[in-house]
C-alpha cells in the first residue's frame, strides 16, 4: 500500500516553456502533498507543501510564480515549472501524506521527475 | 531552526559487515525521526520511524535504530549488510509538517 506515483519520469524542454509534472496517491487519500528538489548527490529540498483545495505554502526562496503548484483533489497534486531555464533542470520528487491515522505524518515518496531544460 | 546532521557522506563496508550510519539532530522539543533508503534509480522508501514509546525502532529487512534523546541521535543499525543494500539514507526530522533532510548518507557495499 502507500504509493505514490509521478509523471512523466523524465521530460526535456526548450527554454522558456512550461512543464507540468503530475503526482498521484493510487492507493490512499493525502490531504498533504509535498514538493521537493533534489540536485545530484545532495539530499531533498522542501519547495512547497500544498494541502487539497487551498493554496501551496512555499519555502523560502521559491519562486511561487515560477513553480505553480496546484492540489485540486485527494489524490492529484501538480507542480509547473513555468518560463523553465536550464537552472530549473533537477529532479523534483513529490510526496504525500495519509488522511489519518497515527502515521498521518508518514510521508510516501514518489519516483521522481528528471527535468532537463535546454 | 531544527536541522538533521549526517556525518557519514560515503560509507563502504564489505558485505557482512556490520553497519551504523549516524543521524543527529538540534531540536528542543518533540521529534519525530525516520529513516529513508533510495536505491539506485529509485523512490525513497521508508524503513522505520520513531514518534514515541520504545527508542529502539525495528523496521524493514533487518534495519534497527536507536532514539537517544540525551544524545540528539537516531542512529541506524544492521548486523550484517548485504551488496543489496548498496543505496543513499536519510534521516529526517519531521516537524511542523515537514520533513527536515540531512544532506544523507551513500553507503556501498562490496561482495
Known amino acids: 500500500g502507500a504509493v505514490v506515483s509521478q509523471h512523466p519520469s523524465r521530460v526535456i524542454c526548450k527554454s522558456g516553456t512550461s512543464v507540468k509534472i503530475e503526482c498521484r496517491s493510487l492507493?490512499?487519500?493525502?490531504?498533504?502533498m509535498f514538493w521537493y528538489r533534489q540536485f545530484p548527490k545532495q539530499s531533498l529540498m522542501l519547495m512547497a507543501t500544498s494541502n487539497e483545495g487551498s493554496k501551496a505554502t512555499y519555502e523560502q526562496g521559491v519562486e511561487k510564480d515560477k513553480f505553480l503548484i496546484n492540489h485540486a483533489s485527494l489524490t492529484l497534486s501538480t507542480l509547473t515549472v513555468t518560463s523553465a531555464h536550464p537552472e530549473d533542470s533537477s529532479f523534483y520528487i513529490c510526496?504525500?501524506?495519509?488522511?489519518?491515522?497515527?502515521?498521518?505524518?508518514?510521508?510516501?515518496f514518489g519516483p521522481g521527475t528528471r527535468l532537463t531544460v535546454l | 531552526a531544527q536541522s538533521v546532521s549526517q556525518h557519514n557522506h560515503h560509507v563502504i563496508l564489505s558485505e557482512a559487515a556490520s553497519l551504523e550510519l549516524g543521524c543527529n539532530y538540534s531540536?528542543?522539543?518533540?521529534?519525530?525521526l525516520f529513516w529513508y533508503v533510495q536505491y539506485p534509480g529509485q523512490h525513497l522508501q521508508l524503513l522505520l520511524k520513531?514518534?514515541?514509546?520504545?527508542?529502539l525502532v525495528k523496521g524493514i529487512k533487518g534495519f534497527e535504530a536507536e532514539f537517544i534523546k540525551s544524545k540528539f541521535s537516531f542512529n541506524l543499525r544492521k548486523p550484517s549488510v548485504q551488496w543489496s543494500d548498496t543505496a543513499e539514507y536519510f534521516c529526517?526530522?519531521?516537524?511542523?509538517?515537514?520533513?527536515?533532510f540531512g544532506t544523507g548518507t551513500r553507503l556501498q557495499v562490496f561482495p
Open positions: 529526517p526530522l519531521y516537524n511542523t509538517d515537514k520533513l527536515i
Open positions: 520513531y514518534f514515541s514509546g520504545d527508542p
Open positions: 531540536y528542543g522539543g518533540t521529534v519525530n
Open positions: 492507493d490512499f487519500q493525502a490531504t498533504t
Open positions: 510526496s504525500a501524506s495519509e488522511v489519518s491515522g497515527i502515521w498521518g505524518d508518514t510521508q510516501y
